[in-house]
Structures are given as structure tokens and as C-alpha cells.
T-cell receptor, first 115, second 112 residues
Framework: AQTVTQSQPEMSVQEAETVTLSCTYD???????LFWYKQPPSRQMILVIR??????QNATENRFSVNFQKAAKSFSLKISDSQLGDTAMYFC????????????FGKGTSLLVTP | DADVTQTPRNRITKTGKRIMLECSQT?????MYWYRQDPGLGLRLIYY???????NKGEISDGYSVSRQAQAKFSLSLESAIPNQTALYFC???????????FGQGTRLTVV
């Protein structure tokens, strides 16, 4: 079974600073997809960034980037120039082939951006 | 209007009652999923469906049932609600060839 571990239940960062959220996963598959989702207080699930395991290049979306270390099974999210609107719960997720390519989520990291 | 709509948004029900949560989508996606979110546990898969005739259990299906009435509609039922089913429930859809999932706004269910 695949597991996704987020070891930081809560984090805080000052506005304009950089923060890194950690995620590790366990799988025996060689081809898979990894995601970071953001859940603000509105509770909407918002896709932040996506990484395909067969691509060595780390994904980047504006201020959000990942450090994907396939051998170490690590997938961290870096948020640069943090903004107050980044305050949210962040979930790391793994897409697996069995269970119909459903998402397997970590327990989440609550990020607070302070002025 | 949202592409993936869940009704109701919030619901309080009593122990032992039957309740149905509904999900409808206008995206034309064939894959639909129900997840449950509990504080400190993330989201966990309850059921998923690839089309109207295909229903599959997820990791926490006990106490739940689903119905795929049409490609656009996927309902989750609690036959006899219990307090530990109090949670935030999400419906999600996905087109078969894509990895991007689209989520509804969530239904907060409280069982008292």
C-alpha cells in the first residue's frame, strides 16, 4: 500500500519569506504522479502543483516549486515570497494506479503566513 | 456555477437516520470519487466510479453506499448515520486520460 507522510503538522512563515513543506511517500510503482493541494479556510481544494515521476525536472508554478527526489521518495514544496493569502492547509498527494488513479493524501500541513 | 456541485453544503442529522449526499458535475468527466476529510487525517477514499455501471470500494467504504445515477451524478448514502461519520465530505471528478482532479465545495456533515 502507498503511504504519504507529511511530518510537519503546523508551520508559520513571515510575509515575503520562503518556506518549505516536506512530504515523503512510499510506493513500489515506477510511474506515478505527485501533487500538492491547497485548502484555504473556504475549504475548497485547489491544485497547486503537479509532478510526473518519469520527469526529472522539478515542476514550477510561479512562486511555488517542488524538490522531487525520486530515489529518496521525497517531494517537498517551496513557497517563495510568501503572501497572506497562502495561509491554508497544504496536502501532499500521490496518484496510484490501483484504486482507479484515486488520490492518496497525506495528513496535511497547516501553514500560517504572518505580517 | 461550479463545475462540480455538492448538495447540501452543510447538514446536521441524528444518529440512525439515513442521509444522502449528492454530487453533480457539468465537466463531462467519466471518473467520480467520494472522499472523507477528518482533522489530522487528510482525505481518505470512500468509493469511486469509472462509469454508470462501475462502482468500486475505497479504503473506508464500511457504513457507506453509493449510486451512479448518470454520468454526471454520483450520490453517497449513509444508511444509518453514526457520530463518527461526522466529517467533511468531498466529491471529485476526473477525465479518464487526465491526472487533474476537480473537487466540489465539500459537504460538512454532523451526526448528533
Amino acid at each position: 500500500a502507498q503511504t504519504v507522510t507529511q511530518s510537519q503538522p503546523e508551520m508559520s512563515v513571515q510575509e515575503a519569506e520562503t518556506v518549505t513543506l516536506s512530504c515523503t511517500y512510499d510506493t513500489s510503482e515506477s510511474n506515478y504522479y505527485l501533487f500538492w493541494y491547497k485548502q484555504p479556510p473556504s475549504r475548497q481544494m485547489i491544485l497547486v502543483i503537479r509532478q510526473e515521476a518519469y520527469k526529472q525536472q522539478n515542476a514550477t508554478e510561479n512562486r511555488f516549486s517542488v524538490n522531487f527526489q525520486k530515489a529518496a521518495k521525497s517531494f517537498s514544496l517551496k513557497i517563495s515570497d510568501s503572501q497572506l493569502g497562502d495561509t491554508a492547509m497544504y496536502f501532499c498527494a500521490f496518484m496510484k494506479r490501483n484504486s482507479g488513479y484515486a488520490l492518496n493524501f497525506g495528513k496535511g500541513t497547516s501553514l500560517l503566513v504572518t505580517p | 456555477d461550479a463545475d462540480v456541485t455538492q448538495t447540501p453544503r452543510n447538514r446536521i442529522t441524528k444518529t440512525g437516520k439515513r442521509i444522502m449526499l449528492e454530487c453533480s458535475q457539468t465537466k463531462g468527466h467519466d471518473r467520480m470519487y467520494w472522499y472523507r476529510q477528518d482533522p489530522g487525517l487528510g482525505l481518505r477514499l470512500i468509493y469511486y466510479s469509472f462509469d454508470v455501471k462501475d462502482i468500486n470500494k475505497g479504503e473506508i467504504s464500511d457504513g457507506y453506499s453509493v449510486s451512479r445515477q448518470a454520468q454526471a451524478k454520483f450520490s453517497l448514502s449513509l444508511e444509518s448515520a453514526i457520530p463518527n461519520q461526522t466529517a467533511l465530505y468531498f466529491c471529485a471528478t476526473r477525465r479518464g486520460a487526465s491526472t487533474e482532479a476537480f473537487f466540489g465545495q465539500g459537504t460538512r456533515l454532523t451526526v448528533v
